[in-house]
């Protein structure tokens, strides 16, 4: 396995104008990551940042392994939901782009007026479709444990199966988030069980319980506790366990490291690679 790292957990020094694009590759270069994970979310002037991205990647040397899209296919009209899969095909465009293996997709969530059965039949439909044009282009997608439709292992595997069933192809794979299983109360190796042999990818992260007296963000799980983002190594996610599914099912892709806590990124993100070799 190699580990990157995500932009994601450089967001609250992205908001406060401290890294751009092309400045997170860099510092994920000094972090010592072995390659990135970029994220529509960070395009600012599209041209402009796909420019400074590929320049930052050639001077770093670093891959781009995997491109990260957030789409929600619980949408009520099919305007929405074409939208939602113009998203996917836009990441599956850029990960070309940067010669990446990987588009992160999400599945959706269940929103005022819209039940379960009539979100899932959406989200397979789109997902079906979007599997269709990145088995086109040789990309492969990685579905996220994210929400309430897709947060849960067999959730996950669920909706892959029956993706790969509708699009015949099996372009549609996981990516087990070690964090976010604990917000719907399941263990994540367990979890991780049940979907590491369709894993393209992994978000390696970490959560604790909210400390008193914390003041910052916390995520509150399905029985209304709260948790909160540590380094990797740093909470109470069994990494360990994780990684040993992970293993015991063959996965021999990217860890890529999420960090979600209120310290400064610059010194967590450093301490969650290190941390993560330590697992490997």
């Not at 997902?127 to 040789?138: D, N, Q, T, V």
């Not at 996610?237 to 209120?262: M, T």
Request: charged share 25%.
């Amino acid at each position: 396995m190699k580990i990157g790292v995500s932009m994601w957990s450089y967001v609250r020094a992205y908001n406060d104008g401290r890294l751009d694009i092309a400045g997170f590759i860099h510092e994920a270069k000094r972090a010592g990551a072995d390659g990135v994970e970029l994220l529509d979310f960070f395009y600012r002037d599209i041209v402009t940042d796909r420019h400074s991205a590929a320049q930052a990647l050639r001077e770093t040397g670093l891959p781009c392994p995997i491109f990260s899209i957030s789409q929600n296919f619980a949408k009520p009209t099919e305007e929405e939901r074409r939208a939602q899969l113009d998203k996917i095909k836009f990441g599956v465009d850029e990960a070309l782009l940067f010669d990446s293996q990987v588009v992160r997709v999400y599945a959706g969530d269940v929103s005022e007026g819209i039940t379960f059965d009539q979100a899932r039949a959406w989200i397979v439909e789109g997902l079906s479709e979007a599997s269709k044009y990145a088995h086109s282009k040789g990309i492969r997608l990685a579905l996220e444990n994210h929400g309430t439709l897709a947060g849960r292992g067999e959730q996950v595997k669920g909706l892959i199966e029956d993706v790969r069933r509708m699009a015949g192809n099996d372009a549609l794979g996981a990516n087990p988030d070690t964090g976010n299983f604990l917000i719907v109360n399941q263990p994540s190796h367990e979890a991780i069980r049940e979907v590491a042999k369709y894993a393209y990818m992994v978000h390696f992260k970490d959560f604790a319980p909210e400390p008193p007296g914390h003041g910052g963000f916390a995520y509150t799980t399905v029985d209304g506790r709260k948790v909160v983002g540590t380094a990797v190594g740093e909470g109470t996610v069994d990494l360990a366990k994780c990684i040993r599914a992970l293993k015991d099912a063959g996965f021999d892709g990217w860890l890529s490291v999420e960090y979600e806590g209120d310290e400064d990124p610059l010194a967590a993100v450093r301490r969650s690679i290190e941390n993560a070799r330590k697992f490997l």
